[in-house]
């Protein structure tokens, strides 16, 4: 199982994350101050640490740093409720993979964390994906139907990821964005759509009416596995 360390003194708040990552099927430890949550990191070595910047006996970026340098790798989230652009920079140069200003929607958090550990392998995905006609090589990223090989790009096949380990549940846009592009203010809703619309060009067989990604109206996309 998958496990992550919530380092957060408010205990509401690491009360709500934890409820909502346990229910997701992560094994989730919490620590409330930064003297504990370094000593756990450093013993345990999580898949992915969640870190709020403010917290008592050590504060948040003294605890990345010291991880950092004693070689700890394992991806590390930033909750800030700073609005000082300085610190968000700080933590990113200390060696944070990513940040969330607070108050944030759970739904981002849950996206950013899935995307960390997706490009860390800290949730190990199958070797091969079997749907339909469709076979992906996640490893080799390579995607065949019926036997033979598509091109697809890479977001392209982030994408088609992203939506797939979902198992049928419909992903926004918003999310989607979040997941695979990550922080680019330059990509807009429609991306997706246009991405969505050449991933079934190349992969359904009649893109009028498709098997395989189905457009949930007003909601987003989900992934069906046809019977």
């Not at 759509?193 to 109206?217: C, G, N, V």
């Amino acid at each position: 199982m998958t496990s992550i360390l919530i380092v957060e003194d408010s205990e509401d708040l690491a009360f709500g994350l934890r409820n909502n990552l346990e229910f997701e099927g992560y094994d989730v430890s919490v620590a409330h101050d930064g003297e504990t949550g370094l000593k756990i990191a450093t013993d345990q070595s999580p898949d992915l640490m969640i870190l709020d910047l403010t917290l008592p006996k050590i504060d948040g970026l003294e605890v990345l740093e010291r991880l950092r340098q004693t070689g700890k790798q394992f991806p590390i989230l930033v909750l800030t409720a700073r609005q000082e652009e300085v610190d968000k920079v700080k933590g990113l140069k200390l060696g944070a993979d990513d940040y969330v200003t607070k108050p944030f929607g759970i739904m981002e958090l849950l996206a950013r964390v899935e995307a960390l550990l997706r490009r860390s392998g800290g949730r190990q995905e199958p070797e091969v994906i079997k749907v339909g006609e469709l076979e992906i090589d996640v490893a080799a990223r390579i995607v065949l139907k019926g036997g033979e090989r598509v091109d697809l790009a890479p977001r392209e096949l982030d994408l088609l990821l992203a939506l797939i380990e979902q198992k049928g549940r419909v992903v926004s846009r918003q999310q989607l964005l979040t997941e695979v592009w990550g922080h680019q203010g330059q990509v807009v809703t429609r991306t997706v759509d246009t991405h969505i619309a050449e991933l079934r060009r190349k992969l359904e067989p009649d893109t009028s009416k498709p098997s395989y990604i189905q457009t949930a109206r007003k909601a987003g996309y989900r992934f069906e596995v046809p019977q």
